[in-house]
């Protein structure tokens, strides 16, 4: 694969790539972090990548494990509170829905924004946070589950 290419299909799915690190880190630079670190990994190793139709879940994982990666390198303060949970966010909100996101479990919102914002089938997701095509199904349901009780007005089943 050619450079160009490579550059062509990442900056296609860039947004996509910062949506998923953001919804996994919390944090804008640490997202950032992660995409460029995604970027550079995946870019070494695209000799992995046997068909370029996957490239969008392909990118998505590897961004996925770099931003793992970097929360698992925060420093941890006393009572659980990371350093970046202190500081204020750079941006506005993006809306009263990503704001309903950011605070619902991992589990339920990663498969919420690869599922409405990425637009990724069942199937996509279900490789790209390694887990099986049910759990994906059902993960999904409660997260919607969960937005509609906000939404509505009440806090679903206290897990927002």
């Not at 550079?40 to 990666?69: D, R, S």
């Not at 809306?95 to 605070?103: A, F, G, M, N, T």
């Not at 589990?107 to 637009?119: A, I, K, M, N, T």
Request: aromatic residues 8%.
């Amino acid at each position: 694969m050619k450079a160009g290419k490579f550059c062509e299909y990442v900056n296609k799915y860039r947004d996509s790539l910062y949506i998923l690190a953001l919804a996994i880190l919390k944090n804008e630079a640490d997202a950032e972090d992660a995409v460029g670190n995604a970027i550079l990994k995946a870019y070494e190793n695209i000799g992995q990548l046997k068909t370029f139709h996957k490239f969008k879940p392909w990118m998505l994982t590897v961004t996925k494990n770099e931003a793992l990666k970097i929360r698992k390198k925060r420093l941890i303060l006393p009572g659980d509170e990371t350093v970046e949970a202190l500081l204020h966010p750079v941006k506005e909100h993006y809306d009263e829905l990503w704001d309903v996101l950011q605070k619902m479990k991992e589990e339920y919102r990663l498969v919420v924004v690869l599922f409405y914002y990425e637009g990724l089938s069942l199937r996509d997701i279900s490789d790209v946070l390694n887990i099986p095509i049910g759990t994906v199904k059902s993960r999904l349901s409660r997260g919607k589950e969960e937005i509609r009780n906000v939404l509505e007005g009440g806090n679903g089943n206290g897990k927002i």
